[in-house]
């Protein structure tokens, strides 16, 4: 299997796993954005997105949107503002 980098013009959703992000509930997240987004959005599980006081991180792309303190009440509004 070949794995490609997300590129910026990609629309993409990345879920942070990093420790902090864990702790704080991300498997659900990215269950659950897995579980809501459309075929042509990519769900990425992500390493530590630098921003640890503020999880869980999710990065939307190609826009680079940074939401902090995501919680599963958040994944809809996030994937409604994608479109
Ligand atoms: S572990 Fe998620 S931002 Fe650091």
Request: charged residues 25%.
């Amino acid at each position: 299997m070949i794995h490609r980098s997300p590129r910026f013009s990609d629309r993409s959703i990345l879920v942070c796993q990093g420790l902090c992000c864990q702790k704080d509930g991300s498997e659900k997240l990215l269950k659950a954005f897995k579980s809501q987004i459309t075929s042509d959005t990519k769900i990425i599980p992500a390493g530590c997105l630098g921003k640890c006081e503020k999880s869980p991180i999710v990065l939307t792309l190609p826009r680079k949107i940074t939401y902090k303190r995501v919680s599963l009440e958040d994944v809809s509004r996030i994937c409604n503002a994608l479109s």
